[in-house]
């Protein structure tokens, strides 16, 4: 088995961020006819309890950009 060291993110001003504890989320196959996306998980230094924060923390991010609003789901 391989853990991940770290990840980087490269911005596009040049500037280069490593981060030592973290997840990515890939969209590796995406068939837009079949609607389906193949998604993966990376995850860096991530135990027990983090995994309890960092779907909390994706929730409140919904939350805040107003994808979990009941009444406008159901207008949709």
Aim: some cysteine.
């Amino acid at each position: 088995m391989r853990d991940i060291k770290n990840i980087t993110v490269n911005y596009d001003n040049g500037e280069i961020e490593t981060l030592n504890k973290g997840v990515v989320v890939g969209f590796d196959e995406i068939d837009n006819e079949e609607e389906t996306i193949k998604v993966s998980y990376r995850m860096c230094d991530i135990k027990g309890k983090d995994l309890y924060l960092i779907v909390n923390a994706v929730i409140a991010l919904a939350q805040k950009l107003g994808m979990l609003d009941e009444e406008e789901r159901d207008i949709d």
